[in-house]
């Protein structure tokens, strides 16, 4: 699969994405999505806020996290990649 990761601006806020070249997708870093659409002040806050909100949704038995893809991603802190929650 060739994959080719890219950072967009979002209201001057970075969010990682990956195109696919098989599927011919673009695949979205949705912690990075959480972090612009609720104005939060870091990532961890983010990312705190994603984990609960696939806990609740696993708990529901929603099955949409369970088919939510994972790509390693470089990280914003320290440069290493980092499985990843995305969406297409």
Do not use: P
Request: aromatic share 10%; with cysteine.
């Amino acid at each position: 699969m060739a994959q080719e990761e890219i950072i967009k601006k979002f209201e001057a806020q970075r969010i990682r994405v990956v195109w696919d070249d098989e599927q011919e997708k673009y695949f979205f870093s949705i912690v990075d999505v959480i972090q612009v659409l609720t104005e939060s002040a870091d990532y961890q806050t983010s990312r705190k806020y994603w984990n609960k909100v696939k806990q609740r949704l696993i708990e529901e038995g929603n099955e949409s996290v369970t088919n939510c893809h994972q790509l390693k991603l470089t990280s914003h802190s320290d440069g290493k990649k980092y499985l990843t929650d995305v969406a297409c």
